[in-house]
């Protein structure tokens, strides 16, 4: 079994990823804007985002892939574990060929889908959609090598690969676009640095780890299960995907351009705020897929997502008391002198998300327990009925009350979704002790709330505001004083021990 540090460093390195790509979303924006102009940063981004549309076409088996080697893994199933892992092989090659020839018949379609460019917007937009289209058929064979690694529970390595790529291509566009090289040069870099990061996690998991891949032929009763399962993790990546663009839709179809942004803005934001719940939940599937496989009855599950739960706790409401204390100044800052008095909009938004959502969030790895118990059906289908109900109900209310009235509908249907999940599926269909679970995860908040409002107040009134210093130190000023909070009125002692030990 990994030991703890191998989890804590994969969780850590998650972060330093995620504060990487936010730095690249906030500062590194403007100077590619400058550098390359709107019309040439909108067709680098378009050209990737069209593409990324085309990777969903693994049809949840990368998500998959981790969960069944995990298995193997538990059940110290060798011979099955490289079977498995040669017809995983096999199969992502046919899905990337499969790919690429699509992406083939489509290109001489590009210039009557997007006939709007002029015909040097779609040269390089043809140039940098091949590159784009190769490199992602080229990556699905190596999506397993993630995978192969997550499920012996190895995480610090590939974490520091994935961070020093990250890196590598933040200075690397910064030094490109510096020298004047444009968005071709830029996708180039990316598709560079892919390719060796994928090299350095190739060595390291058939080097280092000792896996092995064998083919034997089609193990089809296997495949069939795997397909079977992925299906529904497929079509939970479908809804996530939608719900992700609905909203701007919708406000696209209801309001005006400027609504749009605001409303692109603080999904922006809010975004972030769901993956700071995954750098942690997402290391944790391995360990719960062997936990289920050794026979863990509810009630140590429901233990299980207490013990994340309660971490997931400390990091989110951490930063929502950021976004609520120091979000506004934050917009202000960001988009203020373009968007103006309406930054508030954006913020009040964002926070009216955040908020209920942390009650969701902090189930983290409710949903590897799902795939572990291979209890997804329900889940997915509420998820789709709330998908449904936040579009038909989401336009009316956009359309009356314009993007804060969308923003109250949004939060009713998550409000909705949240009962539903606990009530039918955490309850009924896994036997989780959901009441348990939010009596231990938000233990004595009554007491540590209301000193946390007090801190953070007093950090806004008393220290100055107006530039990008001066935000930073209220920050850094605020989190010594939440963490504080939280050690010695939330954290218990086996938590305060978990976060010093150094093994």
């Not at 060929?97 to 489509?106: C, D, E, P, S, T």
């Not at 942390?358 to 709330?386: D, E, M, P, Y």
């Not at 606990?422 to 009596?439: M, P, T």
């Amino acid at each position: 079994m990994a030991k703890v540090s191998e989890i804590r460093s994969g969780a850590l390195l998650n972060y330093a990823n995620l504060l990487l790509r936010i730095g690249v979303d906030f500062f590194m924006v403007p100077l590619m804007l400058l550098c390359l102009g709107k019309s040439e940063f909108a067709i680098y981004t378009l050209a990737g985002a069209v593409v990324a549309r085309l990777a969903l076409c693994d049809f949840g088996l990368t998500a998959s892939a981790t969960k069944f080697l995990s298995e193997y893994r538990a059940r110290q199933d060798a011979e099955g574990e490289s079977g498995f892992l040669g017809n995983l092989l096999a199969l992502y090659s046919g899905i990337g060929l499969l790919v690429l020839l699509g992406g083939l018949a489509f290109y001489p379609f590009l210039g009557q889908v997007f006939n709007h460019f002029t015909g040097q917007e779609l040269g390089i937009f043809r140039v940098l959609y091949l590159m784009t289209l190769l490199n992602t058929a080229l990556m699905f064979p190596a999506r397993s090598l993630g995978g192969i690694s997550a499920a012996q529970q190895r995480f610090r390595v590939p974490g520091v690969i994935a961070t020093v790529a990250s890196a590598c291509n933040i200075i690397g566009t910064f030094v490109l676009l510096k020298l004047g090289f444009r968005s071709i040069a830029l996708t180039a870099l990316t598709i560079g640095v892919g390719v060796l990061s994928l090299l350095c996690h190739a060595v390291y998991c058939f080097g280092v780890l000792g896996a092995r891949a064998r083919w034997r032929g089609w193990n089809v009763p296997v495949l069939r299960t795997l397909v079977a399962f992925s299906l529904w993790v497929f079509l939970s990546q479908l809804i996530n995907v939608m719900n992700a663009g609905t909203g701007n839709f919708l406000v696209a179809l209801t309001q005006g351009t400027e609504e749009v942004t605001l409303y692109t803005n603080s999904l922006k934001v809010y975004g972030y705020y769901f993956l700071a719940a995954g750098c942690l939940a997402g290391v944790y599937l391995p360990k719960v897929v062997e936990m289920v496989v050794a026979g863990a009855d509810a009630a140590a599950q429901t233990d299980a997502m207490i013990g994340v739960g309660r971490w997931l706790v400390m990091i989110l409401v951490g930063v929502l008391c950021c976004a609520l204390f120091f979000g506004r100044e934050f917009f202000s800052l960001w988009v203020g002198e373009t968007l103006g008095p309406a930054t508030d909009t954006c913020w009040l938004i964002a926070v009216m998300l955040m908020l209920p959502q942390t009650l969701s969030l902090v189930q983290g790895i409710g949903w590897h327990l799902s795939q572990a118990r291979h209890c997804l059906r329900r889940r997915v289908l509420i998820a789709a009925f709330n998908s449904m109900l936040f579009l038909l109900g989401g336009y009316v209310a956009c359309r009356w009350y314009g993007i804060v009235g969308l923003a109250v509908w949004a939060v009713f249907t998550m409000f909705t979704q949240l009962f539903m999940l606990n009530v039918l599926h955490y309850k009924q269909e896994l036997g989780l002790d959901i009441r348990r679970f939010y009596r231990s995860t938000f233990s004595r908040w009554w007491f540590w709330a209301p000193l946390l409002a007090l801190a953070g107040g007093a950090v806004a009134c008393i220290l100055p505001s107006g530039n990008w210093w001066l935000w930073g130190l209220r920050v850094l000023v605020f989190l010594p004083l939440y963490g504080g909070i939280m050690w010695a009125f939330y954290a218990n002692e086996d938590e305060r021990k978990a976060f010093l030990r150094r093994d």
